[in-house]
């Protein structure tokens, strides 16, 4: 259970650096991508240097890079050739 699973509150917190990783990891804990987990981050706290830690805890992520490494294949779905117009 995260501490995100809550309504997000009318303002914002400002968090002691040395929770930050805990805070980051909570919320990236579904693995959402960079743009998601910064605005899911701005409803709920705020500090200085957020973006940037928010693009290194995504960037460090090792299920994110092996996502990134290996997406899943497309299937590819052939149709017949027709044999003329109509
Ligand atoms: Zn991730």
Do not use: E, K, P
């Given at each position: 259970m995260g501490v995100?699973?809550?309504e997000p509150h009318i303002n914002?917190?400002?968090i002691p650096s040395k929770l930050h990783?805990?805070?980051l990891?909570?919320?990236?804990?579904?693995?959402?991508?960079?743009?998601k987990t910064k605005t899911l981050a701005r409803?709920?706290?705020w500090w200085p240097s957020l973006d940037r830690e928010i693009e290194q805890t995504?960037?460090?992520?090792n299920a994110c890079r092996q996502y990134q490494v290996n997406p899943p294949k497309a299937q590819l779905s052939p149709q017949a050739w027709p044999s003329g117009p109509n």
């Open positions: 995100f699973n809550v914002r917190l400002v990783s805990v805070l990891a909570d919320l990236h804990m579904s693995h959402v991508g960079m743009v409803l709920y706290f995504i960037t460090n992520c």
